[in-house]
């Protein structure tokens, strides 16, 4: 008798031990975003044991027969394609038993909601006078005066007028100061129930911006990340192919630095510039050069140094080409047009900028292949004066849009039906103001003049294609390179003048001081 109630202790021992609350470890299951609740049936009073005193153990639950990762965890099954079915007629059905949810009272006196939709914006602006495309406090921007207009024609409501994040504003390509854009697309949501909203919209902008137009867009686009590529047109004077000259190489060997300043163009100088004509055999070297750029390539050397390493440098050029020359006012120009995935801030002047001074040092191509492998050295920045957005592309947007059904909820994105109005525009406020600007301050002599007086940065274009040691941006370098500039500013000022170049249109000696201006790739 007294051997079986020992045994029964020991019995009601182990028992106890099982069912004890400090025993039971209740299923864990990493939470996530796209599993749905386990809908197998389960009883969830039958516990996980993890007592190592516990001397039997209970038969396995449901959960446990699908294997253990461990004591007190257990694998979770596979939802089947029912299952999951069934979960979502099951949420479905209890969203549809909620009762709605009442709207918060709007402020006394404030305007009804309105419907907003989804666009793309067509637009085009002649940038001079503004601090670029994209909006910044205390400045003059494209965007700024855009969003303005937008709030004061209707097609943005006063609740989301502080905000451009609002109504989700995003541009398909940036400007920097003075750039110009034929064709621009921004997307965002706009209330567009007023049929004359875009006339009403012009009637609030400037003349030098208008909106051509706006296409209805599915509530995902983005005219950034589904733009495929960007084409942009250069404007430039053939007189900057002249060879160099002698005169400017004298100044930069027998003068000092801080001495150094670029003369003043005579009215005879004038009169020879707007006389040149660039040969065949200088317009095929451009044409060659242009062609160098095409295809993937590391741009490290043609941008900013802040930011720009070999992982975020490389670029695709689709083509770069020159037409043929043409008069403008008795001068002679070639457009250029490149057309490109993206670009880098400051590329298309860099790129320009090097294969003017090539043609006129008379430096080799393979330069150019060479300063794609090269350590980092200083590009010249041609003027922004002659530089246009043409258009952003969206091809693969559209050619989707095609090929789905003919009730699709977008429209392509394109600027055909508007061609007209943007020639007459782009003749009238970008290719006439380029022009009327270069005729009255000659920017682009200016630009090639400041390179050959202060030469010491572009030692790398010399007729063998060699970039010397001293070319190479270093730490060292740059600090001495910004201390001449810094001495050559304070010259400059005790003799009360405004300096030699703007600091956004020519690099007077190449350095990229972008990262101080605050711009932003």
Known sequence: MFGARSVLGRIATTVRSIISPKAVTPPTQTPSAFAMPDTQETSSAEPVVSNSNATSEPSASPATAAGNDGPGKRKVRAQTTKERRE?????????Q??????????PEGSEPRKPKRKVALLMGFCGTGFQ??????NARTIEGELFKAMIAAGAVSEDNADDQSKVQFQRAARTDKGVHAAGQVVSLKMIIEDP????KINEQLPEQIRLWGYVRVVKSFNSKTLCDSRIYEYLLPTHVLMPSSEKNAEIARTVEFVQRTVPEITPEQIEELRAYRASEEQLQFVRDALAKYCGTHDFRNFTVTRGCTESNSKRYIHSFTASDPMIIRGAEWISLKVKGQSFMLHQIRKMVGLVVLMARAGAPLKLIDALFASPRVNVPKAPGLGLLL???VFESFNRRLKNQRKDASSDPVTFEPYM????????????????????SDNVFNAWVQGTEIFPEPFTYVNKEGVIPEEALITPESE???QQKMQELREVEQKLGKAGNQSD???????????????KVN
Request: no cysteine; hydrophobic share 25%.
């Open 196 to 199: 004359d909203i875009v006339q």
């Open 132 to 137: 670029g495309m994209q909006v910044n406090p």
């Open 504 to 518: 956004d249109d020519s690099d007077a000696a190449g350095s990229d001081n972008d990262e101080e201006k605050g």
């Open 420 to 439: 007209e109005q943007i020639n007459e525009f782009k003749q009238k406020f970008i290719y006439d103001a380029i022009v009327d600007t270069e005729m």
């Open 390 to 392: 043409e258009q952003p």
């Open 479 to 481: 600090r001495k390179w």
């Open 97 to 106: 038993q909620e009762e709605p949810r009442e709207r918060q009272p709007r």
């Open 87 to 95: 979960y979502a007629k099951r949420k479905r059905l209890e969203r």
